[in-house]
């Protein structure tokens, strides 16, 4: 009898080495080797027992030349919700493999169940396999989300030799499988959830994908830091990687794309919980906005981009001096190193004396912000709250912040400057090299700064010390 030969494979990273490590040495994580047996290549074997037999192109599909490949685009399948339609790039892609990530309880598993709805509305079959709830419980949420219809099958199953089998004897067109790691594959001897399983039921689903022209929706859970569970290879596989996140105290969800093989990445979609599922927010700058209060200092508004979307979002700032001997620097929905570095920049180029000062900044509305154009209105943030003086309500900040205290050039100001008018903005303080050629919107007043001690003059020139 053969010897069973094992290796250990990190569940973090995929890393695979024939002797344990308490630390594995490509990602670093500890205690996460784990021995699995190793299996052999079906492949392989069956070339060494028939070498010389050859393989036709009849179960396999035929080279093409460039010139002969067809470019006929084909139509993107619109869902209900058209905040989903953007944050895919225009709509779901046929045969397209898309992979959905999310904190538990955060309304993956209904999303989805709207989107299938929504689908099979359109005469084509759904099929719904689901290794975390029988049939029953997907059904009640279905009718308190009024899903309905006869195109839509419930199929709870882990095994991918059955489900592979239903879905070559149902023919659905779309698919979907929550979650990816209670699937498993019979052949492998690994055990559920692990590295192995992964990666081999998504290339299991990708082949569907894209062979058979049928479009998956994969679930992923996330890890406790966010990611999604799993080796890398994971989300390298996939067309589209999208993360839903949300507080579970408060009713908004956000769909951000983090990959997408066939539109921008970086889109967001806003929806929020009801009990009767959830609802497309049209206007998120309104949400982001709506609380805040006109005479607060430390508050700014930068009209940031996501994705394609300009948005408005306050951002708060509370700058106090520190009763310890080291300040404090605390962010939230902010880049930390962003916010050290614009309060050096302050301190450098402003004049301000920041070093014995604690510093909170967050961006609100639960939304993440890292592009450069929202430099500014951190600062501004920052220097109202120091000196205890607010901004005018109806200002709002754009512009990216360099080391010699210079408010440098952005992209698609324009987009952005109608998107502030729309929403009764009087001025916008944009930079100055963004000036040439830019047609200011009606009722907005847009004022060029070069530098961020400009920037301060222009924004407190009433109340400055």
């Not at 630390?23 to 052999?40: D, I, L, S, T, Y």
């Not at 904190?103 to 709207?114: A, E, F, H, N, V």
């Not at 050290?340 to 939304?367: F, H, S």
Request: with cysteine; hydrophobic share 40%; aromatic share 6%.
């Amino acid at each position: 009898m053969a010897k069973i030969k094992t290796q250990y494979v990190c569940q973090n990273c995929g890393y695979t080495s024939p002797t344990n490590f308490g630390r594995c040495p490509n990602c670093g994580a500890w205690n996460q080797m784990v021995e699995e047996e190793v299996q052999p290549t079906p492949s392989a074997a069956a070339a060494a027992a028939q070498p010389s037999r050859q393989r036709s192109f009849t179960d396999r599909q035929k080279p093409q030349l460039l010139s002969q490949v067809d470019l006929t685009k084909q139509p993107r399948i619109k869902t209900e919700l058209g905040e989903l339609n953007r944050v895919l790039g225009g709509g779901i892609v046929p045969g397209s493999l898309i992979l959905i990530g999310g904190d538990p309880g955060i309304g993956k598993s209904t999303l989805l169940l709207q989107v299938c709805g929504q689908l099979q509305a359109t005469g084509d079959k759904v099929l719904y396999v689901s290794g975390e709830e029988s049939s029953g419980q997907i059904k009640l949420r279905a009718s308190r989300l009024g899903v309905k219809g006869a195109k839509l099958y419930l199929y709870p199953e882990t095994n991918m030799t059955a489900i592979r089998e239903t879905i070559a004897e149902l023919d659905p067109k779309f698919i979907v499988i929550d979650s990816v790691q209670t699937m498993n594959v019979p052949e492998l001897s690994s055990a559920v959830g692990s590295v192995s399983q992964i990666r081999e039921v998504t290339a299991e689903l990708m082949q569907i994908a894209k062979t058979q022209q049928r479009t998956v929706f994969v679930v992923g859970h996330v890890t406790k830091d966010g990611a999604i569970a799993g080796p890398k290879i994971l989300e390298h596989m996939v067309d589209t990687v999208l993360y839903f996140e949300g507080d579970l105290h408060h009713a908004y969800r956000i769909l951000r794309s983090v990959k997408n093989r066939f539109g921008s990445t970086n889109e967001l979609g806003i929806f929020e919980m009801h009990e009767d599922g959830l609802r497309e927010v049209a206007n998120p700058s309104e949400l982001f906005l709506e609380e805040r209060l006109a005479d607060a200092t430390g508050s700014a508004v930068v009209v940031s981009l996501e994705g394609t979307r300009p948005i408005l979002v306050e951002i708060q700032a509370l700058i106090t001096p520190t009763m310890y001997g080291n300040a404090k620097r605390t962010a939230a929905g902010l880049d930390h190193n962003r916010v050290a570095l614009i309060m050096a920049v302050l301190e450098k180029r402003a004049n301000l004396m920041l070093q014995n000062q604690d510093a909170y900044l967050k961006a609100t509305g639960g939304v993440k912000l890292d592009e450069p154009a929202i430099d500014l209105s951190i600062a501004l943030a920052i220097v109202s709250s120091y000196r205890n003086k607010e901004i005018p309500a109806d200002d709002c900040f754009i512009g990216e912040i360099g080391l010699t205290g210079e408010i440098r050039r952005v992209n698609r100001v324009q987009e952005r400057l109608r998107e502030a008018a729309k929403l009764g903005f009087k001025r916008a303080f944009v930079p100055k090299n963004n000036l040439a050629d830019l047609e200011a919107p009606a009722g907005i007043a847009v004022i060029g700064v070069k530098t961020i001690k400009q920037a301060i003059y222009l924004v407190f020139q009433d109340t400055n010390d």
